[in-house]
């Protein structure tokens, strides 16, 4: 596939089919992912892939962010909600959950940067899981359980996770999503 055509059809999985990935297939995801430029060459991420038992146990903590949800209708709208619930209950059965952390620094700054890099090494991520056939679906939101996922991946004191990507073989069609195509402003020619 066409580098155009992966960021085309790059789209946030929420359903999944009951097939399992290979090591090998998120191994190079990974290997994707690190070759994300950062500050200095630093490769500020590091990738904990849950699969089995220990993605049940994950999504049994995620599951807990639907209790949440509800303080946000009002926000969102409660089709949004009642969408998010469903999808964090189970995960959309995805048969792997990658924690994706960075570690932490006290300069504001040099946090800044790890997480822009963490960002592209993410893309990295998910657009060759898109060229490889693979769904994914990148998670930030719920920080509410971060303490919980950092101990079941056994994400070490000094890091903290950035993100989840849900991984698997998509078993639902992309939803059509609207694109924000007014995003540059020239400011000198």
């Not at 998670?139 to 698997?168: C, H, K, N, Y």
Request: with cysteine; charged share 20%.
């Amino acid at each position: 596939m066409e580098l155009l055509a992966a960021l085309r059809n790059r789209h946030s999985t929420r359903l999944y089919k009951n097939q399992q990935v290979s090591d090998d297939e998120i191994r190079a995801l990974c290997d994707a992912a690190a070759m994300a430029p950062s500050s200095m060459n630093s490769q500020p991420w590091h990738f904990y892939v849950a699969t089995g038992d220990s993605r049940n146990k994950v999504g049994e903590i995620m599951s807990l962010t639907t209790l949440h949800l509800q303080e946000y209708i009002e926000i969102l709208g409660a089709e949004v909600v009642e969408r998010a619930a469903r999808f964090y209950e189970d995960m959309g059965m995805a048969p792997v959950i990658v924690a994706v952390a960075t570690p932490t620094f006290e300069d504001p700054t040099e946090q800044r940067d790890a997480y822009i890099a963490v960002g592209a090494a993410i893309e990295n991520f998910m657009l060759l899981a898109v060229d490889s056939g693979l769904g994914v679906c990148n998670i930030s939101a719920p920080r509410w359980v971060v303490d919980q996922l950092m101990e079941a991946f056994g994400v070490p004191e000094g890091s903290t996770i950035a993100s989840l990507i849900i991984v698997g073989y998509p078993d639902e069609a992309p939803l059509a999503q609207e694109r924000h195509h007014d995003v540059v402003t020239f400011v000198s020619r």
